[in-house]
């Protein structure tokens, strides 16, 4: 029941703050009734129990398939590079992103004294939420991706996000603030305010393509660009669906748990914008050392050390508001979660700065260390903050009691065990491999020359994974048949509580505190020392909070201008990616080859991005410049490194090397963990969908002329030309009822040919090519032309390739 009692402090999440109106006022305004909607926060909260046992489950899957790369026998739509999207896009979009749902709905109706605006708009995001998902969990096994972190989803799903994310739940969110009946926004509702505005933001930039077909398309953005785009976008969806709502989420649930109010206003008010203005900036971050401009990358480091001033800032205003409190942490399973979940973000965002310092991300960038940062925040932080949070809700949801509190603290406590097995063997993986990367003998020679040690040295530190994954997902079971018994013994009809508090008078009656207080307003102060007094109080900010548009046309301009900053230099100066004369458009069969190494995610393990370091030149080749990714659409710089780097890949193996590589990696090299992409040898390429891709290259920038009316005839000759040189090594003839031509094994080889050749292509030699051989890419009429094996090439059986 809604009373016309005012509370001054804005920090009660029960209370309203009414400081313009007095209760006389109140008493005078039309009292409405109204009960809240928690069918559709009962629909999340279950929602996110069940996805999250999925995501758990995929994600142990993905880790195994590290230690054991057949396990599938070579199903291609459950290889680790097709599974690994799934497992990510499962944890972060399925299981967070309905707990986050969960808690909007449930927090936002009764920090606004408003049910939802609309019941149909809760509906149609619920179960449009869930096809997304649906669709997400089908496509991508299928091997249909964008490649891009996070945004792997191709464009229907994309446009359907939006749809469902700013058409259903943005409209549904900011109808009900504007139909409020508090007046005072609480810090909760500036979270979410922050999460709706800027994922809308960064889903549209960082979406923008040109489909070709219904489940095909190519990035607008190519190589150096689409990289900042993607980690623009990659960054900042950790910071705006991974943080922003969670912090949102600790502001309502854990004051609540705890029975105390917030630790301090101001300090909501502190790290909040200046969360908000500088997260934006510190995506380059994750392209120190590549191609990305220097003074981009410059400056995402020093924004990124600065983001742990405001982070620490929710961490602190976190854990102060138990002081008084803590004796209840040890009997509470929920305090238990919001306390380690709170800490996880604390360690997170004191690690995160540090590894964005060029020094240390030299050594970490691509090892599995940064594995386990992100996994420390999302076990920790998310995981831990949802668990709290579900058993806060279920006895409320259910309107019953919770069925064991033992079950839920020795959830807790396998979870907490879990996640630390989980991550500091993966620790010791990133620590290991970034020092055996860089280790070089007294003579300047690199220590392990071979890639694949790397990879063997650490093998032992994922088994210990597994274990601890293992140990994550049983918690999640747990919590599953908790929530489950609890459900069986709820009413046979909820219960509906009717409110009552009367509606906000258009007019708000809001007095701003008095220019100075009567403390020191005959004080011998400097006039100056007196204003900073007035502003220290935050009427400004107080008069903000009493306005939700005004506060969300702020906080967008504080994302969009900070974002402008880094785009706007990076599409328009050109010397940001300097022209290299010698780089081509890909041939028809490599453009092919080119989207077959995205659908099977080979991004996942193999990077193409060659570090300008000492130990990655000696170990894979000249270091990679921005004007050889100008016809790449999406860039494949990767971000982590299971098997070497592509970037030089062209003409260092044979033919030959390469189909047997694909069709049974560990014939090539035993200590391999690449799965087989025998798949690849037994299906046809389709020639006559190649003039599309094709045209759309074309659109997007790339020279083409007998290309644009003859690519199958092209793609087909050079891919006779391959198969040729195959057969010349002794390879096979047919593939089953397949010529070895017309393979997809072949197109993309014929990609994995042409990666990072043409930077040492001259014009005197690609006119010397007319007589003495094909340049790179280039398709000459005569099969004899054709040299038996390319200079550089291997014999197949003496690569040291993972």
């Known amino acids: 029941m809604a009373t016309a009692e005012t509370s001054l402090d804005p920090s009660d999440p029960s209370g309203p703050f009414e400081s313009g109106q007095t209760s006389a006022g109140r008493a005078s305004e039309h009292i409405e009734s109204f009960s809240y909607d928690d069918d559709i926060s009962r629909k999340f909260a279950v929602a996110t129990i069940v996805w999250g046992l999925i995501a758990t489950i995929a994600g142990l899957v993905v880790a195994l398939l590290l230690v054991l790369p057949k396990a599938f026998v070579g199903l291609e739509w459950l290889t680790f590079g097709r599974l690994r999207p799934l497992h990510t896009n499962a944890a972060i979009f399925a299981f967070a992103g309905n707990g986050i749902f969960a808690a909007i709905y449930y927090s936002t109706q009764r920090l606004c004294k408003a049910r939802m605006w609309s019941d149909v708009l809760s509906r149609l995001h619920f179960w449009g939420w869930q096809l997304i998902i649906v669709a997400a969990a089908v496509t991508l096994p299928l091997g249909i991706t964008q490649s891009r972190e996070y945004a792997e989803l191709e464009w229907p799903i994309d446009l359907a996000i939006a749809v469902v994310w700013l058409g259903f739940f943005g409209v549904n ?14 810090v909760a509702l500036w979270f979410y305010i922050a999460t709706i505005v800027t994922v809308t933001v960064l889903h549209v930039f960082n979406n923008l393509v040109v489909p070709i077909a219904a489940f095909k398309s190519y990035s607008v953005y190519a190589g150096v660009q689409d990289a900042f785009m993607q980690w623009w976008y990659g960054h900042n969806a ?11 989420l600790m502001y309502y649930f854990l004051p609540k748990a705890a029975n105390r109010p917030v630790f301090s206003y101001k ?13 934006i900036w510190a995506g380059p971050h994750h392209l120190h050392y590549t191609a990305l401009p220097e003074w981009a990358s410059s400056l995402g480091m020093l924004f990124s050390v600065m983001l742990w001033m405001p982070s620490w800032g929710g961490m602190i ?17 929920v305090l238990k979660f919001f306390v380690v979940g709170v800490t996880f973000y604390g360690m997170s965002t004191f690690e995160g700065p540090m590894l964005s310092v060029k020094s240390v991300n030299a050594l970490s960038h691509y090892t599995d260390w940064t ?7 999302a076990l920790g932080w998310n995981g831990m903050m949802t668990f709290g949070m579900l058993y806060w809700l279920a006895p409320r949801l259910f309107q ?6 033992k079950a839920a603290t020795l959830h807790f406590w396998i979870s907490t065990i879990g996640i630390l097995m989980y991550i500091v063997p993966i620790y010791i993986a990133g620590l290991t491999q970034g020092l055996m990367w860089r280790a070089m003998d007294e003579t300047g020679q690199l220590v392990y020359p071979d890639f694949v040690e790397t990879i063997s040295s650490i093998a032992p530190m994922w088994w210990l994974r597994v274990v601890g994954g293992a140990l994550f997902v049983a918690g999640v079971v747990l919590m599953v048949v908790n929530y489950f018994m609890t459900w069986l013994s709820r009413p046979s009809t909820y219960e509906v509580p009717v409110y009552q508090a009367p509606r906000l008078a258009k007019q708000a009656d809001y007095r701003e505190p008095a220019e100075v207080s009567e403390a020191i307003k005959d004080a011998p102060m400097l006039e100056a020392a007196k204003k900073l007094d007035t502003w220290s109080r935050m009427g400004w900010h107080r008069r903000w909070e009493r306005l939700p548009v005004r506060f969300t046309i702020l906080v967008t301009l504080a994302v969009v201008i900070a974002s402008l900053f880094e785009i706007i230099p990076t599409f328009l100066i050109r010397s940001n990616v300097p022209t290299i004369a010698t780089v081509q458009p890909y041939t028809p069969l490599e453009l092919a080859g080119r989207d077959i190494f995205v659908s099977e995610g080979c991004y996942n393990c193999h990077s193409q991005m060659i570090r300008p370091m000492v130990a990655e030149t000696k170990r894979y080749g000249e270091y990679s410049k921005p004007g050889e990714f100008v016809y790449d659409h999406p860039f494949q710089w990767g971000s982590r490194r299971i098997g070497p780097d592509l970037a030089r890949e062209g003409g260092k193996q044979s033919n030959l090397w390469h189909w047997l590589h694909l069709e049974d990696p560990q014939s090539v090299n035993e200590a391999s963990v690449m799965p087989s992409y025998v798949h690849l040898l037994d299906t046809a390429i389709d020639f006559d969908k190649i003039t599309d891709r094709v045209w759309a290259a074309h659109m997007l920038g790339a020279q083409y002329d007998e290309e644009l009316t003859n ?8 891919a006779e030309l391959v198969a040729a040189d195959i057969v010349s090594q002794g390879g096979p003839i047919k593939r089953g009822e397949l010529m070895t031509y017309d393979t997809q094994a072949v197109a993309l080889i014929a990609y994995l040919q042409r990666i990072g050749t043409d930077i040492f292509a001259t014009p005197e030699a690609d006119d010397s090519a007319e ?3 094909p340049a790179p890419g280039e398709v000459p009429e005569d099969v004899d032309a054709i040299p038996e094996v390319a200079a550089g090439q291997a014999d197949p059986q003496s690569d040291a390739t993972g």
């Open 173 to 186: 969110f900011f109808m009900t603030l504007i139909k409020r009946r508090e007046r005072h926004l609480y």
């Open 238 to 248: 950790v910071a705006f669906f991974l943080t922003t709502p969670f912090l949102g």
């Open 267 to 279: 300090l909501s008010i502190l790290h909040f914008w200046s969360l908000v203005f500088i997260y």
């Open 317 to 333: 205003n976190g854990l102060l508001t138990l002081r008084g409190a803590w004796q209840k942490v040890a009997v509470d399973p």
């Open 371 to 377: 594995i386990a940062h992100v996994h420390s925040g």
């Open 400 to 405: 019953t009691k919770l069925w064991s509190v």
């Open 711 to 718: 690519a199958p005839e092209i793609a087909r000759k050079q």
């Open 771 to 773: 007589t003495d051989g």
